[in-house]
Structure formats: C-alpha cells, structure tokens
C-alpha cells in the first residue's frame, strides 16, 4: 500500500478560488468611497446649519430662559459635531495618497477612519445633543404647561425623552450596521492584499 492519496493532494492543492482587484477597480472603489462620504459629510453640515438657524431663532425670540440656554446647547452641539465631522469623519481626497503608501493601504486607512468613526458615534454625535434636548424639552413642558397637572406634565416629559432616545437608537443603530460593513470591507481589502 502506498502513502499515495489522490483525494488528499487534491485537498491540499486547493488553495480556494483567489480574490484580486484590479488597480483601476481600486481606484473606482476608492473614489465612489471617497464621493460618499463626501455627500454625507455635506448633508450633515447643511442638517447643522438648519438646526443652528432653527435654534438661534428659537433662542432669540422665546423669551422663556430654560428654552433659550436649551436651545443654546443644541446650537454648541450642533457646532461641536460639524468640527467633530471635520476631524474624524471627512472624506480624504484619493490624490493625496503619501510617497511609499499604496493605493490599497490609502484606501484601507479611509474605510478604518470611517469606521472608527461610526463606532464612536455615541461619544461624539449623539452625546453633545443630550444636554440640550433635555433642557430644551423639559422648559418647553414645564414653562409652557401652567395649570396642568404635574403628573400630565411629567407624562408629556416621559414621551418626548422616550421619543427622542428612540432616535438616538436608531441612528446609533444604523451607525453601527454601517461600521460592521465597512468592517467586513476592510476584511475582504485586507484578503486582497495578503494575496
């Protein structure tokens, strides 16, 4: 009997089916990347520009003072956020890649700042607006509210938080899902340069 297995070699021999990318592949990933996050970084700007002109109006008119300095610290957050986006979230330019880096490693640096980015979103996102929609909310109940009961104020109170960490969830929710694809994207990069 001989130690020949043909099933075996050929077990062995299959290394499975080779992913590879094409430079200009790379490059089309890259800039569609790039162009996305972009656009969103856009739209987010503008979001913060709608809520600071919302706000200021709010905070200049309403002469109640628990609705102003709430409105005062959504415009602070609003402002925090859109440098926060800036410095951890903005899109690099694919044409600034550094002498000795390539374009897989340029474009594996964008897809983890991106990604790291969205997993902090709590810390740098959401948390900044807490102050300010509690503050805001409850002045809106409580100064708004004279001769309801406190109980039905107290409720009112409970819904619009509820309602507002609701949100909080879900955009926390959605954060997360597109960290765990840029994950798995970075994942597939990382195979594609092993090879």
Same mark, same amino acid.
């Given at each position: ?8 070699? $050929?077990?062995?021999?299959?290394? %499975? ?40 109006? =709010?905070?200049?008119? /309403? ?5 102003? =300095?709430?409105?005062? $610290? ?6 925090? =956020? ?29 897809? /983890? ?21 509690? /503050? ?49 994207? =970075? %994942? ?8």
């Amino acid at each position: 009997m001989t130690d020949h297995d043909p099933l075996r070699d $050929l077990w062995t021999s299959d290394q %499975g089916e080779k992913f590879t990318m094409s430079v200009s592949e790379l490059t089309a990933k890259s800039n569609q990347f790039h162009a996305r996050i972009r656009w969103r970084n856009i739209t987010e700007y503008i979001a913060a520009a709608l809520v600071i002109g919302v706000f200021g109006w =709010i905070a200049f008119l /309403v002469p109640v003072w628990s609705i102003k =300095i709430g409105a005062i $610290l959504i415009i602070a957050a609003a402002f925090y =956020i859109s440098w926060k986006l800036h410095q951890i979230g903005g899109a690099f330019n694919p044409t600034d890649i550094s002498s000795g880096q390539s374009l897989a490693d340029h474009h594996r640096e964008a897809l /983890v700042r991106q990604r790291d980015a969205l997993q902090s979103v709590w810390r740098w996102y959401l948390l900044p607006f807490a102050p300010g929609m509690l /503050v805001f909310t409850l002045g809106t109940t409580f100064e708004t509210g004279s001769g309801i009961p406190p109980s039905a104020l107290l409720s009112t109170s409970a819904v619009s938080l509820g309602f507002i960490s609701a949100i909080f969830f879900g955009v926390h929710a959605l954060n997360a899902r597109a960290a765990k694809k840029l994950d798995e994207e =970075i %994942g597939a990069l990382d195979a594609t340069m092993l090879k």
